[in-house]
Nanobody, 125 residues
Framework: QVQVVESGGDLVQAGASLRLSCAAS????????MAWFRQAPGKEREFVGG????????VYADSVKGRFTISRGYAKNTVYLQMNSLKPEDTAVYYC??????????????????WGRGTQVTVSS
């Protein structure tokens, strides 16, 4: 079993920056991709960004390109989401996910095997 834990969510003003962290622990099977999703109130969960095991391949949603950066920690089991120029529409619960596959990260949430419980990000105008 793999445990996924997110942290770093907060209440910030529009234009501010925030960094989310995620750590996967437990019985991890070799290499795996990781990603961030988010779910705003009344909306479906959506893909934010994903990163390959090596960190060499990243994928972003159009809505966050140029503002958010996903990176992998030295320990490989950690992933970060640096969020700059935050907007009120970024308000959501942010979830970290693990995909036991490798290669280019997928944007499809059904492909992810393990999920964290989420961390709340609120951006005030």
């Amino acid at each position: 079993q793999v445990q996924v834990v997110e942290s770093g969510g907060d209440l910030v003003q529009a234009g501010a920056s925030l960094r989310l962290s995620c750590a996967a622990s437990g019985r991890t099977f070799g290499s795996y991709n990781m990603a961030w999703f988010r779910q705003a109130p009344g909306k479906e969960r959506e893909f934010v960004g994903g990163i390959s095991w090596s960190g060499g391949s990243t994928v972003y949603a159009d809505s966050v390109k140029g503002r958010f950066t996903i990176s992998r920690g030295y320990a490989k089991n950690t992933v970060y989401l640096q969020m700059n120029s935050l907007k009120p529409e970024d308000t959501a619960v942010y979830y970290c996910a693990v995909d036991l596959g490798v290669g280019r990260p997928t944007t499809h949430e059904g492909e992810y095997d393990y999920w964290g419980r989420g961390t709340q990000v609120t951006v005030s105008s």
